[in-house]
């Protein structure tokens, strides 16, 4: 086989486990919730179920949003929307027990406050926030649907009412009621088994549509290039640690020196 054919045929098999991926994605699978919940009305629809608010109104909705810590680690929210009210909402989805643990729930909620304020800005102007996990797993292992960790005074059981909320909704319970459907619904592979319609369609979209599959296959080769790039600097990273010159770094990979010391001040941030 010639090198030209073989690259063809590697890109074809490549192409083709890519649609069987497709397939078989849920919106339990962070990759495909992003596509989906990146509508408005979907990330709409799915605070209105979880918060059980008729009113809501999503005013403005975006995926894999970088949330800035100068002092610390920063953070990727799944979703980050943003209501009417100027209330906040970090909704994560989590199949790793680990990737949803209380401390992670306390920093995301810390940071969103944080980045929510302006210099000047009075502690009584901070907005509302909530920080949602959706979980593939039952991780307070309550046997409950949903969880809702608010403050408390502890001498007299009232609440703090500081407007800083989180909820764990666990999608094993999928039962009759409406949150239980939509937890249905994200477990499904095929838009034809799912309840919500409106979801449905943007999952049909992309799975079946020849453009909506093909916006996913785009997907699945940037999260590919991520992978490699993530894989090259955890390298890179080992390479520092173990006290590499920037030339030899450079030696094995295409990276400046300028590159190399950013990676370096990104460690002393870890």
């Known amino acids: 086989m010639k090198p030209n054919d073989k690259l063809v045929s590697d890109l074809q098999k490549m192409h083709e486990a890519d649609l069987e991926r497709i397939k078989k994605f849920r919106l339990l699978d962070d990759d495909f919730m992003s596509k989906v919940f990146e509508d408005s009305e979907c990330a709409e629809i799915l605070l209105k179920i979880i918060?059980?608010?008729?009113?809501?109104?999503?005013?403005?909705?975006?995926?894999?949003?970088?949330?800035?810590?100068?002092?610390?680690?920063?953070?990727?929210?799944?979703?980050?929307?943003?209501?009417?009210?100027?209330?906040?909402?970090?909704?994560?989805?989590?199949?790793?027990?680990k990737g949803a643990g209380v401390k992670r729930a306390r920093y995301n909620s810390s940071l969103l406050s944080a980045n929510a304020t302006d210099t000047g800005e009075e502690y009584n102007e901070l907005r509302e926030t909530y920080v949602i996990f959706i979980t593939e797993n039952d991780v307070l292992k309550g046997n409950l649907p949903i969880y809702h960790i608010e403050r408390v005074i502890l001498e007299n059981g009232e609440l703090f009412y500081d407007e800083e909320h989180i909820i764990y909704v666990n999608s094993r319970i999928a039962d009759e009621t409406t949150l239980g459907r939509l937890m249905h619904d994200f477990w499904c592979t095929d838009a034809r088994d799912?309840?919500?319609?409106?979801?449905?369609?943007?999952?049909?979209?992309?799975?079946?549509?020849?453009?909506?599959?093909?916006?996913?296959?785009?997907?699945?080769?940037?999260?590919?290039?991520?992978?490699?790039?993530?894989?090259?600097?955890?390298?890179?990273?080992?390479?520092?640690?173990?006290?590499y010159s920037n030339a030899e770094i450079k030696e094995f990979y295409d990276v400046t020196d300028e590159e190399i010391e950013q990676i370096k001040e990104k460690m002393n941030d870890d």
């Open 51 to 97: 918060l059980n608010r008729d009113d809501l109104k999503v005013q403005d909705v975006h995926v894999q949003h970088v949330v800035h810590n100068l002092q610390g680690r920063s953070i990727r929210l799944d979703i980050y929307a943003v209501d009417l009210e100027g209330k906040l909402y970090d909704i994560e989805i989590q199949r790793d027990d």
């Open 194 to 243: 799912m309840y919500n319609t409106v979801l449905a369609n943007r999952v049909r979209y992309f799975k079946e549509d020849v453009k909506g599959v093909e916006i996913m296959c785009k997907e699945m080769e940037k999260m590919r290039d991520e992978v490699r790039e993530e894989a090259k600097l955890e390298i890179i990273y080992k390479m520092i640690k173990k006290n």
